[in-house]
């Protein structure tokens, strides 16, 4: 490209790209309504009973690129209005669109939503650890985190889906001073070392792959290779990940001429990328939870907490390596592709798209109190099967945040804050985009693809009875004992990793739960040392979790405490490694249940795959 098309190129408006960046945050609220309804939950969302495959495929696959995509996106738009504008002007527009917003959303949303989440049933210390307080000492001890009251606040410092904008901070931040000390070095007008690399990598189509390989180490050494987003106190590798692709965005911005070729090469990017999908989709919860040995509980990246064990990054062998080199390289390639999908088919102006990457950031601000309040509720009705619960929290809770971005936003102060300024309501073309033309546009056809959900799910719902899946659901999440009393037998039921209801039992803290439900469940099955595909009992679970009450439960059950897993790593072995590795209380917990192990009659002196005894565990 030319000295004077780069030039016109510095003026150009990347419609298709803001476009993108704003559909990958909208993304998010798939993701936070699927979460709920998908097999494989996590126990911070259970709650629906029959839960189907479809809807953990949409949130595999969304993330697989979303957040990458829109970090990279995020160091574009960046050093674009540092080159328009001024790296002062950037500061200022960040620290109104970025830092005001996340201290609002920190300080007065957040305690906001954990107050309304537990009132509603959802699991966790939201209800259960706080579920006595009354509603004004609730909120007094989630605000600010306690400051205002004598009780105990939670352990956690949680920003909910506030976690990007504490991360884009971070970056920005090292985006600001690292251009500060570079330049005191180096004339940044001129290609770079890395711009040349990048120019390298996507010279052609295929050297996209080079970037999947370049990132690969780190992406190896993320506790899972989903890499769940990050709370106050961050897992250095994983802001270490989020940093080379806002990098590279920044990069793409200074190359802009390598757009035409993202545009080109799209479809082959995107082709290979969907090849991948249910590679990953099968194998990645196995590698980030199956797989991984009792070890991986001790290794941490985090600020506070940096001590990554070795043994544990290093596992995991060949097959490992293949999912994390595949999810690195799909990465880019879903990255890359969608660009240039975008460059491709959208370079004029258009008042719809204009209207969606308007709203999309007030919309993604404010949309945990719905879809996660309105997805809390409906897990709870029995009569609609989990696939037309997801589309109707997702059609409601959207239609409901485009009319209050209309209504509060769109128009008003707030418009300054989530679009950069405010519209007027005789600005051009503005009466299209009235909510109820919108509406009346898209009512119909999305009423007419509601039975077509439905017939699906009712598929998925039957073979989820089949399965009992709800069993396995009780079991974890321990709130409706009445769920599990019409069973005379369970045996037999288990997940793809062959966890039965007791392994899923084991797996919640005993904090967390509204009853016990172990007892209820051995005098329905036959085997307590039932074991899973990784050689695990509930034993072994109940140990590894830190759940003394379900230790005592089992063992007078007559659970087996020297059966060992693929590690050899036997009950005690895991107790004696967590107490060796806590501190005060945990490290009390974790010595009580190994003193309980011993007096069942377990062997101390069995070796793991290492050789190590319990012993050798305790005086590490």
């Excluded at 917003?101 to 009132?119: A, E, N, Q, R, S």
């Excluded at 485009?402 to 503005?430: A, H, S």
């Excluded at 039975?451 to 009875?465: C, D, K, N, T, W």
Aim: aromatic share 14%; net charge neutral.
């Amino acid at each position: 490209m030319s000295v004077s098309a780069l030039e016109r190129s510095s003026q150009e408006r990347y419609h298709g790209i803001d476009l993108v960046r704003s559909v990958a945050m909208l993304l998010g609220i798939v993701i936070h309504v699927s979460i709920f309804f998908m097999d494989d939950q996590f126990p911070l969302v259970l709650g629906e009973r029959y839960t189907d495959p479809v809807n953990r495929l949409v949130v595999e696959f969304i993330h697989l690129f979303r957040m990458q995509l829109f970090i990279l996106l995020a160091g574009f738009f960046a050093q674009l209005v540092m080159d328009r504008k001024g790296l002062s002007h950037l500061v200022r527009d960040r620290l109104k669109r970025i830092v005001l917003p996340f201290i609002i959303g920190v300080v007065f949303l957040v305690p906001f939503h954990d107050l309304v989440f537990g009132y509603l049933g959802m699991p966790g210390p939201y209800r259960t650890v706080m579920g006595d307080l009354s509603f004004s000492e609730h909120f007094k001890t989630l605000f600010l985190w306690g400051a205002f009251t004598d009780k105990p606040a939670l352990p956690v410092i949680g920003f909910w889906h506030f976690w990007f904008l504490y991360y884009l901070i971070i970056l920005y931040t090292v985006h600001y001073f690292g251009l500060m000390i570079l330049k005191s070095f180096f004339d940044l007008k001129k290609r770079t070392v890395f711009d040349r690399l990048l120019r390298y990598s996507l010279s052609n189509k295929r050297g996209v792959f080079f970037l999947g390989v370049l990132c690969f180490p780190i992406h190896y050494s993320l506790i899972d290779p989903i890499f769940p987003p990050n709370q106050f106190n961050f897992d250095c590798n994983n802001i270490g990940y989020y940093l080379v692709y806002y990098l590279a965005g920044v990069l793409i911005y200074r190359n802009r001429d390598l757009l035409e070729k993202l545009s080109t090469n799209c479809y082959f990017f995107l082709a290979i990328a969907l090849s991948t999908v249910p590679f990953t989709f099968s194998l990645t919860t196995s590698v980030g939870e199956i797989l991984p040995s009792a070890v991986h509980d001790l290794s941490s990246f985090k600020v506070s907490n940096f001590s990554p064990v070795m043994e544990d990054v290093f596992s995991g062998g060949i097959f490992k390596v293949a999912v994390v080199l595949i999810r690195s390289c799909t990465a880019w390639l879903f990255c890359f592709g969608f660009i240039g999908l975008a460059g491709r088919y959208i370079v004029r102006p258009n008042i719809i798209i204009k209207y969606i990457s308007d709203s999309a950031y007030w919309i993604y601000f404010i949309h945990v109190i719905i879809t996660f309040g309105l997805s809390i509720a409906l897990a709870r009705i029995d009569f609609l099967n989990s696939l037309s619960k997801t589309y109707i929290v997702l059609v409601v809770s959207t239609l409901f945040l485009f009319w209050t971005y209309n209504k509060f936003v769109r128009y008003t102060f707030l418009g300054n804050y989530f679009m950069g300024r405010r519209k007027r309501r005789e600005d051009e073309n503005e009466d299209d985009i009235q909510f109820s033309r919108l509406f009346a546009r898209t009512i119909v056809p999305l009423l007419l693809l509601f039975p077509v959900v439905f017939l699906v799910g009712e598929a998925f719902r039957m073979q989820s009875i089949m399965q009992r899946k709800n069993i396995l659901i009780e079991a974890r999440l321990a709130q409706d004992s009445s769920n599990l009393g019409g069973e005379e037998s369970i045996d037999g039921i288990q997940d793809r990793y062959a966890r039965t209801p007791l392994h899923y039992a084991t797996m919640t803290p005993q904090g967390w739960r509204d009853y016990n439900p172990l007892e209820l469940l051995i005098s329905r099955i036959g085997d307590v040392d039932a074991r899973d595909c990784m050689g695990r009992t509930a034993l072994f679970q109940a140990v590894r979790t830190g759940n003394p009450e379900d230790v005592d439960i089992l063992l007078d059950a007559g659970a087996n405490p020297d059966t060992a897993d693929q590690y050899r790593h036997t009950p005690a072995h895991v107790a004696a490694m967590k107490a060796a590795n806590s501190n005060g209380e945990m490290a009390e917990r974790y010595q009580d249940m190994l003193l309980k192990l011993k007096e069942a009659g377990a062997d101390f002196s069995l070796r793991d795959s290492r050789g190590r005894s319990v012993e050798d565990w305790l005086n590490k």
